[in-house]
């Protein structure tokens, strides 16, 4: 079992920047795929970024640019730094543990930019 704990979430104004983190614990693998997803309001779940354990990284392409997802494999820590934030970034970021075939969650930290 994988346990996430997220935190970094909060309220921003449009511009600013934020970092989020997310500790995994319990059974990790040396070779996973760690993770940022989002969910807005009556939207669907969607990537937003996401990082190997050799360090390959993947974004959505409304954030390229903006954002930097990184890890610290001795810490299993994965995360993720928001900068020129827009409002429709606003959404609950879940992080996410991809590894086997298993996929593990955090509980979602909500953030909100305002305008």
């Known amino acids: 079992q994988v346990q996430l704990v997220e935190s970094g979430g909060g309220l921003v104004q449009a511009g600013g920047s934020l970092r989020l983190s997310c500790a995994a614990s319990?059974?990790?693998?040396?070779?996973?795929?760690m993770g940022w997803y989002r969910q807005a309001p009556g939207k669907q779940r969607e990537l937003v970024a996401s990082?190997?354990?050799?360090?390959?990284?993947n974004y959505a392409d409304s954030v390229k640019g903006r954002f930097t997802i990184s890890r610290d494999n001795a810490k299993n820590t994965v995360y993720l730094q928001m900068n020129s934030l827009k409002p429709e970034d606003t959404a609950v970021y879940y992080c996410?543990?991809?590894?086997?075939?298993?996929?593990?969650w955090g509980q979602g930290t909500q953030v909100t930019v305002s305008s």
């Open positions: 996410n543990v991809h590894q086997v075939t298993f996929d593990y």
């Open positions: 990082i190997t354990s050799g360090g390959s990284t």
């Open positions: 319990g059974r990790i693998f040396s070779f996973n795929t």
